[in-house]
């Protein structure tokens, strides 16, 4: 009989990837990982045991070699996760891109890549800006907002609702379910998790009546033929994956230039840009700082470490981009190594280029708009959120030179919505 191979030793005795104390050191905790090996056991939320990839080329290992290594959670869901975790929600199998393998993740990857094709760049621009000016006329004449709550987080649902077609009045309810259901707090995460599949639901309904041109319907429309249901966890997916990332690479982008004094003139003429920031932040505060999860078909061994048949194994993005970055990651450029911030392998994150595309334009609006931005407190005081799958502020307040609606010249309240 062979003994069973084993991961992890008790939970008390992991490193912990979430809470407080993790938030305010994560990178102390990458480097520390690292030093232990290409491969680290961890606690990744409470009574959640992964083991953690830190290293760049075994990540590539895993996720290039779909033969051994499988996206669907289903086994290890089964003996591991119960029912009513508030992981499920990030971690729990659905029909989509993200949990299939081969040729079903071939079809559903497919369909969501056809679809976002038809939005061409500068309708997205376009998009980007309508939103980024709706969200500024809510703070500007105050001169102070947080940039997490009232820009980096609304402006992507206003986004997708946009191009999902979706009556306004959904807006605050699509914000309040997206910021809820990767909570680690399990009846704040369940309840935000089940407004998020009733929103899900009602939209897709409505484009089943009453086609247009938007995602939604060309996701019905598509020659794949995927069904309702479908379709449903296609919109799951993207939102839930998009929402995050997109917000966290707004906001980390727009930290990293309110407190790095290189980037201060930014704002109005310094020679650094939103690109530069952003790249700096692709490779050092990357959004998504851990997830990519696979697992094995089989018993295997790992970079040394013995991996049993469908053990849960994360990418650690964020330790491996920080153990890569080169020394100025805004002048790096395209040559050398890449970052890992967008995964790699076949499910690598399919909206790369309208995801740096949406952060740029919607940071180069707002600083356009109010270009005396500045933090409203000290710089060691901005906290971050404190879970493992995200590198994601808590609040980044600001002040600023107010605006009016009735001031001389164009405005975010006058501006034409074609700009």
């Known amino acids: 009989m062979t003994t069973p ?55 590539l290992e895993v996720l290039y070699d779909t033969k051994l290594w499988s996206k669907d959670p289903r086994a290890w869901e089964a003996a591991h996760m119960p029912a009513d975790s508030p992981m499920r929600t990030m971690l729990g199998y659905q029909r989509s891109p993200m949990f299939t393998d081969g040729d079903e993740h071939a079809r559903y990857r497919g369909a969501v890549s056809d679809s976002l094709a038809r939005f061409e760049p500068h309708v997205l621009r376009g998009m980007v800006r309508r939103s980024a000016d709706r969200l500024i006329q809510g703070f500007a004449a105050r001169g102070e907002c947080d940039l997490v709550a ?63 041109q938007d995602l939604t319907s060309w996701l ?8 309702t249901q479908e379709v449903f966890e296609e919109l799951l997916l993207f939102v839930g994956a998009a929402h995050e990332p997109t917000s966290g690479l707004l906001a980390n982008s727009l930290h990293r230039m309110l407190t790095d004094d290189r980037y201060y003139s930014t704002l109005t003429d310094g020679a650094l840009t939103v690109h530069d920031a952003l790249r700096v932040v692709l490779w050092k505060q990357t959004p998504v700082a851990n997830y990519g999860a696979h697992y094995p078909r089989q018993d ?120």
């Open 5 to 59: 191979l084993t991961t992890t030793p008790p939970t008390s005795d992991l490193t912990r990837l979430y809470g407080p104390e993790f938030a305010a050191d994560a990178y102390g905790i990458y480097r520390r990982l690292r030093a232990l090996g290409k491969v680290a056991p961890v606690e990744f939320a409470p009574g959640v045991k992964a083991l953690l990839v830190t290293d760049f080329g075994t990540a």
């Open 150 to 212: 009232e820009f980096a987080m609304g402006l992507p649902v206003l986004l997708f609702n946009e191009m999902f077609g979706v009556p306004d009045r959904e807006n605050t309810r699509l914000a309040t379910a997206l910021a809820g259901f990767t909570s680690a707090h399990q009846e704040q995460a369940k309840e935000a998790w089940d407004d998020y599949l009733g929103y899900i639901g009602e939209l897709v309904d409505l484009r089943v009546r009453e086609p247009g």
């Open 300 to 419: 295997t061994v790992l970079a040394g470490v013995p991996v049993p048949a469908h053990s849960l194994v994360l990418i650690s993005f964020a330790a491996i981009n920080d153990g890569l970055a080169p020394e100025r990651p805004e002048e790096a450029g395209n040559g050398g190594r890449s970052h890992l911030a967008f995964s790699a392998g076949p499910h690598a994150c399919p909206a790369k280029d309208p995801s740096v595309q949406i952060a740029v334009t919607a940071v180069e609006r707002l600083t356009s708009w109010l270009p005396t931005l500045e933090l409203a407190v000290p710089a060691d005081e901005i906290v971050w959120r404190p879970t493992g799958f995200l590198r994601a502020l808590t609040r980044l307040p600001v002040r600023f030179t107010p605006i009016h609606p009735d001031q001389e010249g164009t405005t975010p309240w006058t501006s034409p919505a074609s700009a």
């Open 220 to 227: 019905l429309a598509h020659p794949a033929r995927l069904t």
